[in-house]
């Protein structure tokens, strides 16, 4: 397998929330995707560096892609070149996130306040999400779509473009759903997104990831597999009585990111100032991001030197 330390890298074309894209010069047509160790939520409101991260993205994508690929899905992917990174065919992205779900939960009943949470949809429900972060990548519906004429890579996006990855866009789903069953696992929805290759031809692109889906294990919402889940479990908030503390806490946020868990440090006494230190511990209470808040008053004895 080529490491893509072996690559030689052209520019850098995209950086995204959690990955980045570059040419490569000796591989005509093709780019690299670099996964990186960042976890976002909120079109990266919150973002956090998790070690790790990368790798397990970029080993999931490769993996998927190369069982749709099998199933008759055309994509982008061609080879895994690292643990981070995998070699693709390069091209334009059209900016519509598809999403996919069989499960009514999360943001869906927001905007649907009349459905329950956990009616079924048969066939799967169909969403599409212009990809807009300044405005919260608004819902558009297929006509809307159509009536952009948006144009990628020399090709009009039209009628028979939309119905495209709109059928595509539900086999895939139902692919990864019997693949996910066959380990006790219900997906609740995915998001995909396609791109147009220089022969004008539709493909599956970008990653998919554990940011891309909902896992219900053994049909169980408590037991939810997914970057939101993942950030409630896995963030530590310490807090330090003085920065003279700060060579002990940076040894604990070290510990934290060896298990792949954000964590964040901040100043304050609780003893000089127990107002401020109420305020800040009130910043993180109740947020779906936090599972624990450590006080780390090394010197006055409150927490001694464990890590």
């Keep these: 397998m080529e490491s893509s330390g072996e690559l030689r890298l052209g520019k850098k074309l995209n950086e995204g929330k959690t990955k980045e894209v570059y040419e490569l010069p000796d591989h005509p047509g093709c780019v690299l995707m670099q996964s990186k160790d960042q976890i976002t939520a909120g079109n990266a409101a919150r973002k956090d560096h998790m070690e790790g991260k990368a790798s397990i993205s970029n080993k999931t994508t490769c993996c998927i892609f190369k069982l749709l690929q099998e199933a008759g899905i055309k994509t982008a992917f061609v080879k895994k070149c690292s643990a981070t990174g995998f070699i693709a065919t390069h091209c334009e992205m059209i900016?519509?996130?598809w999403v996919c779900r069989r499960i009514a939960t999360g943001s869906f009943l927001k905007r649907n306040p009349g459905v329950p949470e956990g009616y079924k949809f048969y066939p799967p429900k169909m969403e599409l999400f212009f990809k807009d972060d300044a405005n919260n990548d608004p819902q558009w519906s297929e006509e809307q779509l159509i009536a952009a004429k948006l144009n990628c890579a020399g090709l009009v996006i039209g009628q028979a473009e939309v119905d495209i990855m709109s059928h595509s866009t539900v086999a895939i789903f139902e692919i990864l759903e019997k693949a996910w069953s066959t380990q006790d696992c219900t997906l609740v929805d995915m998001k995909i997104e396609f791109g147009v290759v220089t022969k004008k031809e539709i493909v599956l692109a970008d990653v998919i990831d554990n940011d891309s889906w909902r896992l219900w294990p053994a049909g169980d919402k408590t037991q939810q597999k997914d970057?939101?889940?993942?950030?409630?479990?896995?963030?530590?908030?310490?807090?330090?009585?003085?920065?003279?503390?700060?060579?002990?806490?940076?040894?604990?946020?070290?510990?934290?990111?060896?298990?792949?868990?954000?964590?964040?440090?901040?100043?304050?006494?609780a003893h000089k100032g127990p107002d401020e230190t109420l305020r800040i511990k009130a910043e993180y209470e109740g947020k779906i991001c936090t599972s624990?808040?450590?006080?780390?008053?090394?010197?006055?004895?409150?927490?001694k030197p464990l890590l």
């Design 227 to 269: 970057k939101q889940r993942s950030e409630s479990q896995g963030r530590v908030v310490v807090l330090m009585g003085s920065i003279s503390d700060l060579a002990h806490c940076e040894k604990i946020k070290k510990s934290c990111a060896n298990y792949g868990i954000p964590c964040e440090l901040r100043v304050t006494s």
């Design 95 to 97: 900016p519509i996130e």
């Design 292 to 303: 624990a808040l450590t006080m780390a008053l090394h010197r006055t004895g409150a927490i």
